[in-house]
């Protein structure tokens, strides 16, 4: 038996993302049964199920689009003859399947100088995703921040937005070296989706 805990947290330590889907419900006859679970990583590979068929396929594209967006979704599936076509499963039954993002949390540092770089490397340490944004190419460099998942670097601080996605994981610092700097990144911060 597959202990998709097991494999999350090994996903986990490798910072790497996937989607847990997991039968919530189920009524009548159903190929999926409460706390069946299947897990999907980025590159589309699967470990364990949530009953196969139609619904298997359907939960994995489900995935795929929580992973993205990193949004949790839940999914139902009512299972009749019309539904399955000509597939074979005689089912007559209503599953519910809940879809959630496995990502490690992040941590957006925003400045490239001394205290970004210990933050960088205790918060890598504690398992967050750490990007380093800065308008610095001089500061803000993998050089500079091994630990670093992602280095983004702009002419100016504004540039450098564009290049960068804040997720709903994300704790945004602002250690810049000028105040008007970390207004700037301030206020993209609060605007953002970041938790």
Request: net charge negative; glycine share 10%.
């Amino acid at each position: 038996m597959i202990d998709v805990f097991e494999e999350i947290a090994e996903m986990r330590a490798r910072g790497e993302r996937g989607a847990l889907a997991t039968v919530v419900s189920t009524t009548g006859s159903t190929p999926g049964k409460e706390t069946m679970r299947l897990l999907v990583r980025e590159s589309g590979a699967t470990s364990g199920s949530v009953g196969g068929g139609c619904v298997e396929a359907e939960v994995v594209a489900a995935a795929m689009e929580v992973l993205e967006t990193e949004t949790p979704k839940r999914l139902e599936f009512r299972l009749t003859e019309e539904a399955t076509g000509s597939t074979g499963l005689l089912c007559g039954g209503v599953i519910e399947v809940f879809v959630e993002p496995i990502t490690a949390p992040h941590a957006v540092l925003f400045g490239a100088g001394h205290v970004s770089r210990s933050i960088c490397a205790i918060a890598a340490d504690a398992g967050f995703r750490v990007t380093v944004v800065d308008d610095r190419a001089s500061f803000a460099s993998k050089e500079r921040f091994p630990a670093a998942h992602r280095v983004v670097v702009g002419a100016t601080f504004s540039e450098a937005f564009r290049e960068l996605r804040i997720p709903e994981s994300a704790a945004c610092v602002v250690v810049t070296r000028g105040h008007s700097m970390d207004l700037e990144c301030t206020d993209l911060a609060l605007h953002s989706q970041a938790a």
